[in-house]
């Protein structure tokens, strides 16, 4: 049974910063590309960013490019969101995902952490 489990959301002044962590289990993490999302109330879920399963290179949304940096650590399991000069507009619930290898869909999601910028 596949679960990602995100930890790390919280409060944070605007220009603060937070780190998520999302662990995963039941599946093979080294083949899976890995994504982060977010959403807000009344908005459709938007993608942040991902780091693919071969070469872990990340990539971004253009709303967080320079602030945000995706990295794993595929011996734990594990991929991070570190997020830098957050702003008022950050705030969402974060979720991870997993998608196989080069499948284009992710199939597995997390239950979300909440991230709140506070001005």
């Known amino acids: 049974q596949v679960q990602l489990v995100e930890s790390g959301g919280g409060l944070v002044r605007a220009g603060g910063s937070l780190r998520l962590s999302c662990a995963a289990s039941g599946l093979t993490f080294s083949a899976y590309t890995m994504g982060w999302f977010r959403q807000t109330p009344g908005k459709q879920r938007e993608f942040v960013g991902g780091?693919?399963?071969?070469?872990?290179?990340?990539y971004y949304a253009d709303s967080v490019k320079g602030r945000f940096t995706i990295s794993r650590d595929n011996a734990k399991n594990t991929v991070y969101l570190q997020m830098n000069s957050l702003k008022v507009e950050d705030t969402a619930v974060y979720y991870c995902?997993?998608?196989?290898?080069?499948?284009?869909?992710?199939?597995?999601w997390g239950q979300g952490t909440q991230v709140t910028v506070s001005s």
């Open positions: 995902a997993a998608r196989f290898a080069r499948v284009t869909s992710y199939n597995y």
């Open positions: 780091i693919t399963w071969n070469d872990g290179n990340p």
